[in-house]
């Protein structure tokens, strides 16, 4: 074999890897999103979840990255809300390692934004205007997933849904109105 039918071969077998990694990607994604639904599903059939796959055995001595120590610490105060300094505490109450952090919030602060990206919390502000973050619910997500754009903002979209001035004027126009 010469130079050139190397190359093509390297070529192509970049070509498949990048193919099957992007394929892996979306059936994660897939995974992760159908995982939460068919746990709050299995609750409302008095069904016992099986294990999702983000909670098999992982392969890593040290299982518990910062992502999902922040994520542990917002689903225990649910529904609660955390400040990324009461993150902070919370991972050291844990006994987490933040010693391998020259300073701390910046990866707590970067984590916190990439989940609120990713759809896992959202920013809330407090009677005082602090801003903070919560954790969604599973339940929350999915029905996020049923009708994702209705709304601006994750809470506009579940509160949305639920808003008693448009049930109220429902009625108020008489189209649940027996007499009229």
């Not at 039918?5 to 394929?23: C, D, F, G, V």
């Not at 909670?55 to 649910?78: C, E, K, T």
Request: overall charge negative; proline content about 7%.
């Amino acid at each position: 074999m010469d130079a050139e039918t190397y190359r093509q071969s390297l070529e192509a077998a970049k070509a498949e890897m990048r193919k099957l990694l992007a394929q892996r990607k979306e059936i994660d994604d897939r995974i992760g999103k159908l995982a939460p639904v068919i746990e709050d599903l299995s609750v409302l059939c008095d069904e016992v979840p099986a294990p999702s796959p983000q909670q098999s055995v992982p392969s890593d001595p040290d299982p518990m990255g910062l992502s999902d120590a922040i994520r542990f610490a917002f689903r225990a105060v649910m529904p609660e809300s955390l400040t990324p300094i009461e993150v902070r505490d919370k991972l050291r109450d844990a006994n987490f390692d933040l010693d391998k952090y020259k300073n701390e919030l910046p990866p707590i602060h970067n984590t916190i934004s990439r989940l609120k990206d990713q759809g896992e919390i959202e920013e809330v502000s407090r009677p005082n205007g602090e801003r903070a973050y919560k954790w969604i619910s599973n339940l929350k997500r999915a029905l996020l997933e049923i009708e994702p754009h209705t709304h601006s903002t994750l809470s506009d979209r579940i509160s949305g849904r639920f808003n008693r001035d448009r049930f109220d004027g429902r009625f108020n126009r008489g189209r649940f109105d027996k007499g009229g």
